[in-house]
């Protein structure tokens, strides 16, 4: 089969499409012939060697997939020609940019059915991260404020929206040309980080979702008890104490397979509340063009590879 494999740590040249074995199914796993694997700022940050999660290479980038089983073990939940998406293995190697993925059947979740494969792949990592954010650890409920940065990105459309679906008020952080982008997606105000001081324009959220790094300046923005979600200082412990003597609940979030969770946000999307946005395709051939445009930090949602 073909995948995308690096021998060293560089720019987006050294993705190279190889000729590998095809893996083969244990029990309780599946075989998925992947239609498409989405980019994600991870990806490139691992093949840099910025963020050196998978050790040295080779190996092969890439979680986010959606496919039809090809091949069911023992004991798999799924069974042969029936369409899954996930994110498996995260943070360990899934190799995604390929032809195939063999994973644990309990790591992937049935298909949105009103999603083609190429939209399907773009929410496994993204959502699941401002799931686990947003639902799982800041119990986002109806009513709640909740400030959203990096609004119109991978992960923050996605919050966006989901914070939509369980009531909360949305305000969004995002560049002036994104704002109608913004609008769409049911944020309810909408500030432009470039021009505005977030922390005066908002200081009563109940939820800020941080995926800026900017921990102890988005500190300032929430209501006494609010939580602080971060998804890139989720291993601060100083930050922690800090948002902690301030009276405020920290949650640092590292993402992780959720079938049930994959299998919520399905069903959210099926009824029409939970949409991404894909900005470009490319074939897997060009997996570094979409590295390239991945690490531009021009990206509206998400961009994905076709297989």
Do not use: C
């Not at 012939?33 to 490139?44: C, E, G, L």
């Not at 995604?96 to 999603?115: D, F, M, N, W």
């Not at 069903?267 to 979409?290: M, N, S, W, Y």
């Not at 949602?301 to 076709?306: D, N, P, Q, R």
């Amino acid at each position: 089969m073909r995948a995308v494999i690096q021998n060293t740590f560089g720019g987006p040249e050294v993705l190279k499409v190889t000729e590998v074995e095809r893996p083969r199914p244990l029990s309780g796993e599946v075989l998925i012939r992947v239609h498409a694997s989405a980019v994600n700022p991870v990806d490139a940050a691992v093949r840099s060697g910025a963020f050196p999660l998978l050790g040295e290479p080779p190996f092969g980038v890439g979680w986010d997939i959606s496919g039809v089983v090809e091949e069911a073990g023992p004991g798999a939940r799924f069974a042969v020609g029936d369409e899954v998406y996930g994110m498996p293995f995260f943070p360990r190697a899934a190799t995604g940019y390929a032809e195939y993925v063999a994973a644990p059947s309990r790591q992937v979740a049935r298909k949105p059915t009103t999603l083609d494969h190429v939209h399907a792949a773009a929410l496994p990592l993204a959502v699941l991260t401002a799931w686990q954010g947003l639902v799982d650890a800041a119990h986002v409920k109806e009513g709640d404020r909740v400030l959203i940065h990096r609004a119109a990105g991978g992960v923050g459309h996605l919050a966006v929206q989901i914070a939509k679906a369980h009531g909360a008020h949305v305000t969004a952080l995002a560049s002036a040309a994104r704002h109608e982008f913004v609008t769409s997606l049911g944020a309810d105000e909408v500030i432009d980080y470039r021009t505005t001081d977030f922390t005066q324009a908002v200081q009563d959220a109940d939820v800020v979702f941080d995926s800026t790094a900017q921990g102890a300046l988005s500190l300032r923005a929430l209501r006494p008890g609010g939580v602080l979600v971060s998804i890139l200082e989720h291993g601060d412990t100083d930050l922690a104490a800090t948002v902690a003597a301030a009276g405020r609940r920290f949650a640092g979030i590292s993402v992780e397979p959720d079938y049930a969770s994959l299998e919520a946000i399905a069903a959210l999307v099926d009824a029409g509340r939970i949409r991404p946005h894909v900005e470009q395709t490319f074939p897997l051939a060009e997996a570094g063009k979409a590295h390239e445009l991945i690490e531009s930090g021009r990206v509206q949602g998400k961009v994905v590879l076709t297989v």
